[in-house]
C-alpha cells in the first residue's frame, strides 16, 4: 500500500513559477514510477508527466514540456514538479499518481495509487 500526498499548489501570476511535492509512505516507493495529472474544471483528468523509478526515464505531455520537470528524490520519497512559465490555462488540481507495470507510460487507468491533488491557480 502506498499513500501519496500532494502539497505546494497555490495562486500565482501567469509567467511564474510553483513546485510541486508529492510525499509517499511506504518502504516501496522507489518501485514505482511516478506521475502528475491534473484536472480542470469541467475537463477529464489528463496526464502531465511521468517519471520512471530509477529516474532514467521521463515524459511530458506536449503542452508542459520545456516549461516543467519531473525529479524525484527515492531517500525521500518524494517526487516533484517544477512548473515554470507558468499560464492561465495551466489552473487546475494537480494530482500525484504511482504505479509498477513494466512500462514508463501508462493509461492512466494503470496507475495503482492517487494523492487527494493540489489546486494550482494562475491567474492572468
Known amino acids: 500500500q502506498v499513500q501519496l500526498v500532494e502539497s505546494g499548489g497555490g495562486l500565482v501570476q501567469a509567467g511564474g513559477s510553483l513546485r510541486l511535492s508529492c510525499a509517499a509512505s511506504g518502504r516501496t516507493f522507489s518501485r514505482y514510477a511516478m506521475g502528475w495529472f491534473r484536472q480542470a474544471p469541467g475537463k477529464e483528468r489528463e496526464f502531465v508527466a511521468v517519471i520512471s523509478w530509477s529516474g532514467g526515464s521521463i515524459y511530458y505531455a506536449d503542452s508542459v514540456k520545456g516549461r516543467f520537470t519531473i525529479s524525484r528524490d527515492n531517500a525521500k520519497n518524494t517526487v516533484y514538479l517544477q512548473m515554470n512559465s507558468l499560464k492561465p490555462e495551466d489552473t487546475a488540481v494537480y494530482y500525484c499518481?504511482?504505479?509498477?507495470?513494466?512500462?514508463?507510460?501508462?493509461?492512466?487507468?494503470?496507475?495503482?495509487?492517487w494523492g487527494q491533488g493540489t489546486q494550482v491557480t494562475v491567474s492572468s
Open positions: 499518481a504511482a504505479h509498477k507495470r513494466a512500462s514508463t507510460v501508462v493509461p492512466v487507468e494503470s496507475y495503482d495509487y
